[in-house]
């Protein structure tokens, strides 16, 4: 199986007043082989990229150049193997490559700035029936990610840094049928995580419970390590430039708990219900400080938590489907004494979703979607700040703002309705779909950002809006 | 008004919804789920009882904005001349006043452990004050500002002066070639620095580059970007205190920031702004 797929608008686009600097690729292929009726091996490749190219511009001029790509490469050997009746396993070699590029070419001068992020895995996981009802999972995941981020201006390198994480994990689960009621799932992820020399147990328990005949009751607990962070101030509603790193022997990796508690309800063979609940602690999030540097102490160590409530109504066949999905949450972090909603806190959380076939084997989507806007400091006063040119006694000065605190007002409520037709069908070898969509389409005006234009007195506040209504058609081969 | 007819629709929504919850009751609730499902009522009244909450979590009163004293005052190592700038912040939505943001009557003293100097306001230049007596800024000195503002709490910093250094690399006189390797610019450690700033300006055209290079490093690349046209530049060099790197690393756009963590790492008890101070050493080159 293979298929490769490129966005096309900057083409169509190319010789317009409207020009439209941004397209993306991408293609995976994957080949898989019975090399005995007990084993089997699959060979999987990906690729893709997205690429932003912009033209810089002063007075009709060219000065400038911006050339952004970022993307990922993977490819990945599972070999998987029957070895008696009871015991099974795979085996998985795998390569990924995540990489940001960033080239700056301004006034005959150059910038370049690359993160890539290499991971090799070696990972094994096995099964073994015990008893008809009862399972040992185990296995192993063995991982090195190398970090190398390099800034260089002109034939100049800046910065150049190359950092190799190693995360060695092993894991044993038991799933296990107590009775035709009650399901178990207990296990262990013990890891090591070096540079840093950081140990994680990791447990975890889950336990599903059927009540009634339609009706069953979940609860899980658990810990999850994260070994992985990016660079942020944690308020930027735009990363530009994704720098990933690991935390290295100065900070410990992110820790986060879960407790889940949930039930599941089958109302008809094609209609459900679930609803969820969950509080989730986090330990050591890493924020940049904004007065740091990049030497030690560069991060503040915070805490955080997150809780709510999940419905879902779900129709899954018949003529019509759809679904209704809400989430009631609350997100809290706390860093160096300030307690806070981050940006993606979002109390509300609404998702319609209505599925349907039509004539002449057409299929419609439509999908609408809404929720509390974003917390946002907000821009409350200005002032004039004043700043010394070192030359004498001769001093320039700007206009800056003071915000409120992070999370001391909120965007809009967010809404948009989206609609997607499509139609199938088989050219002789070949999988083809062509489908037409149009997103926003009542084209509601979803708040950005707020801008100050301070030229004006007194300022005034001018809204940055998401997309507009966006049609777009589409050819999709499959071969 | 209008903010009240839709706390009152929503208060209307919310009992008819709660009627309808309770007539529930009386039927199985699986059945009447089933009835709803079939009808597509449950999906119209979800809708609309949640849009009402939602709407209700966007509105909020708008933040008690209180307008603070902004204090700016840089002492430079070897100079006298020392300023201080007085002026008020302001609401954001707010006119400028036509007699500026400047204040004028206020009382301000700098000392040292053997000295106290007062200010005075400079004729003709709101908000700005002079030592009355010369203020000779001397290295390693740990000087004091208090100020009194009518009706405001006194405002209170301090600042230890770093000390002097000198520039090894360029040398006065030296050309430096853009198309060549980027020359480097070395200078020696300043005690009580915590971080340089760089300024390259040309003495022909306007072409100015300055940085804030955020570090205790003594060295810094001289790259083509920074540069102009062929001619006279001066670089100068200057190693400043926490308080003003702090104040410079503050940010200079429209993201500037001033949340209760920033307030009380700020240099200035009682107001914003910043009392800084530094060294600074120039070098003059030419550039092909």
Known sequence: ?479 | MKYIKIIGRRFLLVSRMNKCIGTMHRVPTTKFLGICVQKGLIFLWISVYFCGLFLGCSSKSPYQFEPQVVVFSLLIAGYSNSIVKLERSLRIDKKLPEEGLGINDAEIVVSTSEDTIEYAPIEDKSGFFSPLDSLMVCPLETYHLKILVPDEDEIYSETIVPDTFRIVQPRRGDTLYKREYPPLMIWTKSQDAVSYFIDISSSIDTTHFSVNIGGADTVFPILSFFLGDTGKYVIRVAAIDKNYSDYLGEGSGPRERNNPREENTSCIQGGIGVFGSCAVESVQVYVK
């Open chain 1, 1 to 479: 199986m293979a298929s490769i797929r490129r966005t096309y608008f900057d083409q169509l686009l190319k010789n317009t007043k409207f020009s439209f600097p941004y397209y993306f690729y991408d293609g995976m292929g994957k080949v898989s082989l019975d090399l005995t009726a007990k084993s089997n091996l699959a060979v999987a490749g990906l690729f893709g990229e997205d690429v932003f190219n912009y033209t810089i511009k002063e007075d009709d001029e060219d000065v400038g150049d911006l050339d952004m790509r970022w993307g990922n490469r993977g490819l990945s050997v599972k070999w998987l193997q029957y070895l008696t009746p009871k015991l099974h396993g795979e085996v998985l070699f795998a390569l990924s490559n995540f990489h940001t590029d960033m080239n700056l070419t301004f006034l005959k001068s150059t910038s370049d700035f690359r993160d890539e992020v290499i991971d090799y895995t070696v990972k094994g996981d096995f099964s073994y029936v015990l008893a008809p009802k009862h399972t040992l999972d185990f296995g192993f995941d063995a991982k090195n990610i190398t970090f190398d981020f390099e800034v260089k201006m002109d034939t100049l390198t800046i910065l150049n840094e190359v950092d190799t994480a190693r995360i060695r994990t092993f894991y044993l689960q038991d799933k296990w049928e107590l009775n035709p009621l009650c399901f178990l799932q207990i296990g262990i992820r013990p890891t090591y995580f070096t540079p840093g020399s950081h140990f994680r147990w990791d447990p975890r328990l889950g336990l599903k419970y059927r009540v009634a005949t339609n009706t069953t009751i979940n609860a899980s607990f658990g810990f999850y390590s994260q070994f992985l962070t990016t660079v942020g101030n944690g308020e930027e509603l735009l990363n530009l430039f994704d720098i990933w790193l690991s935390p290295g022997e100065d900070y410990a990796p992110g820790l986060s708990k879960h407790y889940i508690l949930g039930m599941e309800q089958w109302i008809s063979n094609n209609f459900n219900f679930t609803i969820e609940g969950y509080y989730k602690t986090f330990e050591y999030l890493l924020q940049l400080k904004e007065k740091g540097t990049f030497d030690e102490d560069a991060f503040y160590v915070g805490s955080g938590y997150a809780t709510g409530l999940d419905f879902l109504f779900k129709k899954t066949a018949g003529k019509f489907s759809g679904e209704v999905s809400y989430s009631l949450s609350l997100t809290k972090r706390t860093f160096d004494d300030e307690i806070f909603c981050p940006k993606y806190d979002q109390r509300h959380n609404m998702n319609l979703g209505f599925g349907m076939g039509l004539p002449w084997g057409l299929n419609m989507n439509l999908k609408w979607k809404v929720g509390t806007g974003s917390p946002y400091p907000g821009v409350i006063g200005t002032y004039y700040k004043t700043e010394h040119d070192f030359s004498g006694d001769s001093t320039y000065t700007k206009r800056v703002h003071i915000t409120a605190p992070k999370d001391y007002y909120r965007y809009p409520v967010y809404h948009r309705a989206d609609l997607d037709i499509r139609k199938a069908f088989n050219w002789k070898l070949l999988k083809c779909e062509c489908f037409v969509g149009v997103m926003n389409i009542y084209n509601h005006e979803n708040i950005f950002l707020y801008i100050w234009d301070i030229e004006k007195d007194p300022a005034e506040r001018i809204a940055v809006t998401m997309f507009p209504i966006f049609p777009s058609v589409g050819f999709n081969i499959k071969f």
